[in-house]
């Protein structure tokens, strides 16, 4: 066995995709893997989620029934209403309003249902201006028909600001933190993986002690390290591309060994060899044949890497490294809910925790159908 | 395989350095230093005492060049002195050794718990196979996974408190701390400890149900089980034989892992649960820019970490014969 | 081990001896391995009272220590308790988050200085000092030790020691920064050293060319007056000019040169955690430590034997045994220990309004109640613009007192209060508080309604009138005036909030502003460097040190003193006698000339008169836009109902740097029951 090779045999073993690149007259690659991937039913399931996830989270100031920043002291820690189907037997939409109260000793607020007061609900109803894709529009999916009534449906913080709005809104950056993270890390992991894996030799070995370098540097603590790092003068948005690309720093060489083992393998595949001889280059066997042929796996390794990003984004706000207000983030809000005042109290500011747990099933069990699907031993 | 360990240790001389680079650059990435912090610390009081500061700037040398700072450090690490730590006014290995034992007391057990849990269900969930006890297996792994850790430690400790009405945090309830140790303080510390290995061990275990299961399902699907089905082989041995054997391998390979998890002492989960191991200190020490004791700490466990790599590398090529005759 | 252990050790043996012979004897007194029920703490509460501790008695019976009238000074400082007479025992259980929380140690067995301030923070009465005198002139003032009075090993504390701590240690070129201030002629930073004199053993005068007019204020001051009296008899071996040939000690204590050596062994402050790290450092505090600090989960302080105060029972002080500090990782932990019923006295971490509700809640189950505390601050969160900024748009528009006075006038104090403190809080400017002997109707609440129409007249008259598309306020280089709005992260939670609603209050006026919570290091940099635009931050100087510390309402004391973050430039110029920074305009001049008097007048009277005056100019300027302040109740203590004589049925705690509570509300006379 050459050097290379013998390297190779060090990682993890891979179960070598033996099947060649798209050809004509059969089924592609591509649709096997389709097909099998529908067999899954969770996995088909969890991509639902996961896309009207992401729908709501773009379109989260439509949606929301109001805007991250709303605040309205009188309902601070107020509780989730309950929401009634049927007005006197007839069907429609209502809220309860709230009666509070003050403790002048502990300060303490305490709310009763107020059943003298229907807050009529709606759909398509007119609220806070917000501005989408550069269109001004008030409507909102749904919400209180009457402008500026409580309407609290996983309650109020110390603000008195929507938890259930601000969760939506947090979205926007939790989801796509794990998005861009990925990104970074497959284009870092591919590209380097695949260099590594084509090239082998020198390079290879390089690259090898490179990655094991970073693998060594413990991730928990480098993160820590890289978030305090970060200069407390950035910007939120450049506060959250660092904490993007700390979090990626570590994900892209799980997938660069995923992807090197997988090149390793393909190199010595017939078709490989068939393209080199006919004087096809080096960078177009690997963009035209040898990526398409692994890109199951790595869909798959990449979907299983996001839930450690939107995870990473919520542990490091939990250590007071991550994001901070009035950035709104899944960790950001559960910063407020992390503490026994709102546990004892007011639970329901751990409702983004219900989000974050959600999105990560869904992403876990997307990627597991995934993998399945791209194995080719799966018969 | 003798060449190649050698190979491999020598290679951890120049990743040692590059490392300790590392480190000290980790730490001296944020603006400021230590004595900023001290000054913070008594603005939040309202009185900035500046002849303190002096006499801080001055013993701990933060005057000098980065380089020298750095060369200082690194020369003592060679003769096993990583340095004091500005905040505890403590030699950083004096530090770390008192809260050493109790991290990895609180991993090691979390560690076998998960073994223990995940190596029978890992095996259950392939062999029996789109089973109820695989679904329900792969459910709540699932769920384990998706639960960031701080949620359920919290969850777990205000359970505790409010409906079990338990002292929550710490070692020890109150009434045992001053205690003599006795069966009720045994308990006691039992009854306080299980709540942080559960959130620890939570995780771990539902990764490695996974990672068993498909690795495991891999192998079971190659022709030489059928072969050796053919053979007559009864489903034990022939599982224990070779599938479950070669399915350990990325277990395996992240095995030494296990060496610097033991010594990061869980950060999290001590927070959650205020326990005194080496997490929350590296924490403090980043936060307080307390530059000797954070970077030696990054230094320890990374190098912990390559030794764990190594001696993962060593065991895969024990446990695979692929690898040690390629080694020959 | 108190006395009443052992015989309820005793009566327990005997009734398993009476019970029969059947009796696993094993179970001893009921501290055997297999008994799951806690075995008897340390210092259980409820001895009989004698004239001393009854372990300190066993102590001298065995020969160790001299009985205790020798330990005692002739006349010991009579401290009446608060409410009823203590008995010995009982440990105070409370918490420390760490190293860095140093000020906690101070507030609990650190306040101890040479004169101190009552209880209730009205005078300054004498302490370790037995007596003090200022001439007529206010030239010389005398103060009287207590003879006899010892060090916790032992030695006597003498003039001696006051003196090798003023001109061994302080004015030590190499070891001091040189007399404060408020020791010098004047009391300005320029003024010639005050000469201190040793009268006799047991007498001292500090003489000054022109009298200081603070300084009994000071001297009431725990961190001012500990580097006046450093034991003398255990530093001098370590003085790189009296202690001879240091190089081995240097060595032995891996210190860098003698003056490192010096401070590892008599740390440079009590806030520093060396000083509870050297268990070798006499001490004159009512508690020492028995091991050093960083050992472990936990940091103890024992009974100083030495100590020298008494109850008016002639019975030595202090009542408790001992304060054990958990040390915990957080804030988080501290409320965990309160709501277990974990802390005896504890009003530190987590005293603040949001976590008032759940602590008691939990009265009745952990066994403590709440007791409410007075912060002298001027303001909970005030609102500083650097006026000293580098980019000179910013800082014409942050020096024009039309931009401030809109800016005020544009925000809902209302809602901030509503929003942020429960309502619990009042509109109010930084300003002297009521009771303070200062109060300033004017500077406390002018501009304090919410009128947006004033508001938007007076943004108008500052010269930014003209607007761009969006509404915002065009500055005088054509372009939209926006500022960042940074707070601390970490020093309370309110700042957030806080900066959230300000900012979009003044949105509506045409200012925009970018809210950034900084981690407070950098911070403190940042402010230090004056490269910051505008922050929040506690308003400080509300109650009676006001005349000691104005630095909201003249900017006297540069960064990185926080406060004086409004007019760093100024403030420079001040603190170098016009060498630095940047030369104020006439009133600020006329503030530091007035500040200037009351440092050299005596007169309390003339004092206050002075400092109307400053205040009137600070009224005039309007420097710093105040929010809200907290009413009494919003900051708070948690007591177990076993702690006893906590001076606050009558009269709430007073709470600063300058009233370091609980220490002014004499601990020693604390005590607990069981």
């Known amino acids: 066995m050459r050097k290379a090779d013998r390297v190779a045999t060090m990682t993890p073993p891979v179960p070598s995709a033996s099947a060649g690149p798209p050809g004509d007259g059969q089924a592609s690659q591509r649709r096997l893997i389709w097909r099998r991937f529908r067999r899954h039913r969770v996995a088909m399931v969890s991509l639902c989620v996961l896309a009207v996830a992401y729908l709501v989270a773009i379109l989260s100031p439509f949606v929301a029934p109001s805007s991250a920043g709303a605040y309205d002291a009188d309902y601070a820690y107020a509780p989730p209403q309950r929401v009634h189907v049927l007005d006197d037997g007839r069907l429609g939409l209502y809220v309860y309003g709230y009666r509070s109260d003050t403790d002048p000793v502990s300060l303490a607020r305490t709310f009763t249902v107020d059943e003298s007061r229907k807050i009529p609900l709606g759909f398509f109803v007119r609220g806070e201006p917000y501005s989408l894709f550069g269109f001004e529009s008030d409507v909102h999916l749904f919400g209180p028909q009457r402008v500026g009534d409580p309407f609290y449906l996983t309650g109020a913080n110390s603000q008195g600001q929507d938890v259930f709005s601000r969760t939506l809104h947090a979205a926007r950056i939790s989801m796509s933190v794990g998005l861009v993270g990925v990104f970074l890390s497959f284009v870092l992991g591919v590209l380097i993986g695949g260099v590594s894996g084509f090239f082998a030799g020198r390079v290879d070995t390089v690259i090898q002690r490179l990655i094991e370098f970073i693998i060594a540097v413990p991730a928990i603590p480098l993160w820590m390290g890289l978030s305090a790092a970060l200069p407390p003068g950035w910007s939120t948005l450049q506060i959250y591309f660092g904490i993007t690309i700390i979090l990626s720093l570590i994900g892209w060489t799980g997938l660069a060994r995923v992807v090197r083992g997988q090149f390793l393998s393909l190199r010595e595949e017939e078709f490989t060899v068939a393209a080199r001889l006919d004087g096809v280059g080096r960078l177009r066997i690997i963009v035209r044949h040898l990526l398409p042929s692994c890109a199951g796996y790595i869909i798959a390794a990449l979907t299983l890497a996001i839930p450690g990003m939107i995870l990473g984004e919520t542990t490091l706000s939990f250590l007071g490294l991550g994001m901070q207000p009035p950035a709104v983030s899944w960790g950001v809000l559960l910063q407020e809910g992390q503490n026994l005042r709102a546990l004892s109290s007011a639970p329901w500011l751990l409702f983004p925790g219900l989000a974050v747990v959600l999105v990560v099933l869904a992403f876990n069990f997307l990627g597991d159908g995934l993998r399945d699907a791209a194995d080719p031993y799966e018969r | 395989m003798g060449r190649y360990v050698l190979r491999r240790l020598l290679y951890l001389i120049p990743t040692i350095f590059l490392i300790s680079a590392v480190s000290f650059l980790i730490i001296q990435l944020p603006p400021g230093s230590y004595l900023d912090t001290v000054i913070a610390e008594m603005a939040a009081e309202g009185r900035v005492d500046e002849t303190r500061i002096a006499v801080l700037e001055q013993r701990y040398g933060l005057d000098e060049p980065l380089h020298v700072q750095y060369l200082t450090w690194i020369g003592g690490m060679l003769h096993g002195d990583f340095g004091e730590s500005f905040l505890w006014n403590a030699p950083v290995s004096e530090l770390i050794g008192s809260r050493l034992l109790l991290s990895v007391a609180i991993s090691l057990c979390a560690l076998l718990v998960t073994w223990m849990l995940a190596f029978p269900i890992g095996i259950y969930s392939a062999v029996r196979r789109y089973s109820f006890g695989d679904y329900a297996f792969t459910m709540v792994g699932f769920v384990g996974l998706a639960v960031p850790e701080f949620l359920l430690g919290l969850g777990l400790a205000y359970v505790a408190f409010t409906w079990f009405g338990q002292d929550v945090g710490g070692l020890f309830s109150p009434e045992f701390q001053d205690s003599a140790w006795n069966l009720g303080k045994v308990l006691d510390l039992l009854s306080n400890v299980w709540m942080p290995i559960v959130v620890v061990g939570a995780a771990g275990t539902a990764a490695l149900i996974r990672t068993l299961r498909s690795t495991l399902l891999d192998e079971l699907a190659k022709p030489y089980v059928d072969t050796a089905r053919a053979k007559g082989l009864t489903e034990r041995r022939l599982l224990l034989k070779y599938p479950v054997r070669m399915a350990l391998g990325p277990f395996l390979s992240t095995v030494g892992w296990v060496l610097p998890a033991l010594v990061s002492g869980e950060v999290v989960v001590s927070i959650v649960f205020n326990l005194p191991t080496t997490g929350p200190l590296l924490l403090q020490a980043l936060k307080a820019q307390d530059m000797y004791l954070a970077g030696s700490f990054i230094m320890i466990l990374s190098l912990l970490t390559v030794l764990g790599t190594l001696l993962s590398d060593l065991l895969l090529a024990w446990s695979d014969p692929r690898i040690r005759y390629g080694n020959r | ?674």
Not at chain 3, 113 to 131: K, Y
Not at chain 3, 309 to 325: C, F, H, N, V
Not at chain 3, 446 to 457: I, V
């Open chain 3, 1 to 674: 081990m108190t006395e009443s252990r052992r015989s309820g050790g005793a009566t327990r043996r005997d009734f398993l001896r009476l019970s029969g012979a059947f009796v696993a004897v094993s179970a001893g007194a009921g501290c055997g391995f297999f008994s799951t029920e806690p075995a008897a703490p340390q210092g259980a509460a409820g001895a009989a009272k004698g004239l001393e501790a009854p372990a300190l008695a066993a102590r001298v019976q065995a020969g160790e220590l001299p009985p205790v009238a020798e330990r005692l000074p002739k006349t010991p400082m009579v401290v009446t308790p608060a409410s009823t007479m203590g008995v010995y025992g009982g440990t105070w259980r409370t918490a420390l988050t760490g190293p860095g929380d140093g000020f906690w140690l101070l507030k609990t067995v650190g306040y101890e200085p040479l004169l101190r301030w009552d209880p209730v923070g009205n005078t300054v009465v004498p302490n370790v000092a037995e007596s003090f005198e200022v001439s007529a002139d206010g030239r010389t003032v005398t103060l009287r030790l207590r003879s006899g009075m010892r060090w916790s090993d032992g030695e006597p504390f003498t003039a001696d020691d006051l003196a090798f701590s003023y001109d061994d240690v302080l004015q030590d070129p190499e070891l001091g920064g040189g007399a404060p201030a408020w020791l010098r002629a004047g009391g300005k930073s320029d003024g010639e050293p005050a000469r201190l004199d040793v009268v006799d053993p047991h007498t001292v005068r500090l003489v000054f060319a022109e009298p200081s007019g603070q300084v009994l204020l000071y001297l009431a001051n725990t961190e001012e007056t500990y580097d006046l009296m450093r034991p003398a008899h255990y530093l001098r071996q370590f003085h790189h000019r009296l202690g001879g040939d240091l190089t081995a000690l240097v060595a032995q204590a891996q210190a860098s040169d003698p003056v490192d050596l010096f401070y590892r062994k008599a740390s440079s402050g009590i806030g520093d955690v060396v000083h509870w790290q050297n268990t070798d450092l006499p001490r004159l505090t009512a508690w020492m430590p028995s091991a050093p600090f960083g050992q472990g989960n936990e940091f103890v302080v024992e009974r100083n034997p030495y100590y020298w105060k008494t109850d008016p029972e002639g019975s030595q002080l202090p009542y408790l045994d001992a304060i054990r500090y958990a040390v915990v990782q957080d804030n988080q932990a501290v409320l965990q220990m309160a709501l277990n019923g974990e802390l005896d006295l504890h009003q530190r971490h987590i005293n603040d309004a949001t976590n008032k509700p759940v602590v008691v809640d939990n009265e009745a189950r952990g066994g403590y109640r709440v007791y409410s505390t007075v912060d002298t601050i001027c303001n909970s969160a005030t609102l500083f613009f650097n006026q000293g900024h580098t980019d000179p748009t910013l800082r014409s528009v942050f020096r024009s007192k039309d931009f401030r006075v809109g800016l005020s006038l544009a925000m809902d104090r209302a809602e901030i209060s509503k929003v942020v403190y429960a309502g619990q809080a009042d509109p109010w400017q930084a300003a002297p508080l009521r009771d303070s002997g200062y109060y300033h109707e004017r500077l406390a609440t002018q501009f304090t309604e919410f009128d947006l129409a004033q508001a938007e007249a007076h943004l108008d008259r500052a010269g930014l009138a003209g607007r761009d598309a969006q509404g915002r306020r065009l500055g005088p280089d054509g372009q939209p005036v926006t500022f960042v709005l940074s707070y601390p992260l970490g020093i309370q939670d309110a700042f957030a909030a806080i900066a959230e609603l300000v900012r979009g209050q003044w949105a509506n006026v045409g200012i925009t502003v970018e809210v950034k919570g900084l981690e407070r290091s950098f911070f403190n940099s940042q402010v230090g460097a004056k490269g910051h635009d505008a922050y929040i931050f506690v308003g400080q100087g509300g109650g009676p040190e006001a005349i000691v510390n104005p630095i909201s309402y003249v900017p006297f004391a540069p960064p990185p003193s926080s406060s004086a973050g409004y007019a760093p430039t100024w403030a420079e110029w001040y603190a170098s006698g016009g060498a630095e920074g940047e030369e104020p305009p006439e009133p600020t001049k006329r503030q530091f000339a007035l500040l200037d008097e009351i440092r050299g007048t005596v007169d309390a009277g003339r004092q206050k008169e002075l400092m109307t005056q400053l205040l009137d100019i600070a009224a005039d300027e309007f420097y710093v836009i105040g929010t809200v302040l907290v009413r009494p109740g919003a900051f708070w203590g948690v007591v177990s109902e076993k702690m006893h004589n906590l001076r606050d049925a009558e009269q709430t705690v007073l709470a600063s740097s300058f009233f370091p509570s609980p220490g002014i509300t004499c601990p020693e006379q604390l005590y607990l029951t069981t």
